[in-house]
């Protein structure tokens, strides 16, 4: 393989700043005339499915599941694996816990630095052009890749996120053929069915079908991850060859291609709301296991979210593209909401114990 340039770490980052930035604008300041506290009331009306009866009270062993992270290797993504890497370590073993195995699959097609820190799967990238431009058409064909060649021990896989701080040891949320999934309020398959039927048909069933997840946080059966991996690779290729699905979708169009890929294989999932929790939206942790971090949180010294606008305290991890944060953040003024606060808590405690942190000033 040749060399990445300097540019060329750039357009990446510039890249992974983009995907995060379109889906803040998608979410955010696309919904004119509304305040953040009507979209917070929007929040509350995910739709949510209830695990099966014949599933709620059974107490079978322990199943534990393998942790996967799709991820590049510039500096950017590198600082967030390492975080999310400790908080798997801490978390594993505790009680309530069915973490398995980790693995970062990295689909930069080369080793790393970090090779010898966190397990890793060298996965190919698409050839050139190939991706069109999206570099997260690489996460279904890196995951096709390791199904494929690696060895996985666990029959259940969890496929997560650099951006991913686990606060709460995370037990097998899936049962059965039901994998467990987060629902995203901005995914919305019912909102555009005229796009969704050029990819699954009305001879499939009704739209509602196709849940309104991506493919991360998600606990599913390996067995089932192989069957829909394939296709999860054809739709997401094939929404971005579609002018208007492309359009559309943006950014978030490769989590609308495992939604759909995942109804074509009849897979419904358990969307569990306390998978997670994604701050500022979010005020308190509760029984989240997972704190997402793909929002910048910026406040002013009385604690008022400005989001959209610079606040005079913040954290945004775009504001770290280069290279990691420093150690010992200051911590939020008084006013900021408990989620934002455990948020940099738990940065703070992971930076100060991971070996050769050297994040800047």
């Not at 991996?229 to 359009?247: F, G, H, L």
């Amino acid at each position: 393989m040749v060399m990445a340039s300097p540019s060329l770490l750039v357009l990446v980052s510039l890249g992974f700043f983009l995907a995060t930035y379109n889906v803040v604008t998608v979410v955010i300041h696309n919904q004119r005339g509304e305040s953040s506290r009507e979209l917070i009331e929007k929040r509350s009306q995910d739709p949510v499915v209830r695990m099966p009866d014949e599933f709620k009270k059974s107490a079978a062993p322990k199943r534990p599941f393998h942790v996967a992270v799709t991820a590049m290797d510039d500096p950017y993504t590198k600082w967030q694996c390492r975080i999310m890497y400790y908080w798997y370590r801490k978390m594993k073993d505790m009680e309530g816990s069915e973490m398995g195995g980790f693995t970062r699959v990295l689909h930069s097609g080369r080793g790393d630095d970090l090779m010898e820190e966190i397990p890793t799967f060298i996965a190919d990238p698409l050839p050139a052009g190939a991706d069109r431009g999206y570099i997260v058409l690489n996460r279904p064909w890196a995951f096709l890749q390791w199904l494929e060649k690696a060895k996985i021990e666990e029959e259940y896989i969890l496929m997560a996120e650099p951006d991913h701080i686990f606060v709460k040891p995370l037990p097998n949320l899936s049962r059965g053929n039901y994998p467990a999934a987060f629902p995203f309020f901005y995914i919305k398959p019912s909102k555009h069915e005229k796009i969704i039927r050029k990819f699954y048909p009305e001879v499939k069933g009704p739209v509602t079908n196709v849940d309104p997840i991506g493919n991360s946080p998600v606990i599913i059966k390996k067995s089932l991850l192989k069957q829909i991996t394939p296709t999860w690779v054809d739709v997401s290729i094939n929404m971005k060859d579609d002018p208007e699905a492309d359009q559309t979708f943006g950014w978030v169009l490769e989590m609308y291609g495992y939604a759909v890929a995942s109804a074509l294989h009849g897979v419904k999932h358990i969307l569990c709301k306390d998978f997670m929790i994604q701050p500022p939206f979010d005020f308190t942790v509760g029984k989240a296991y997972i704190i997402h971090y793909t929002y910048g949180c910026d406040y002013t010294l009385k604690g008022e979210l400005t989001y959209g606008k610079i606040g005079e305290w913040r954290f945004d991890k775009r504001a770290y593209l280069r290279g990691p944060p420093p150690r010992n953040l200051s911590l939020p003024p008084p006013g900021v909401p408990e989620s934002v606060v455990t948020l940099v808590q738990k940065v703070n405690e992971a930076t100060a114990n991971i070996p050769g942190w050297d994040g800047g000033t």
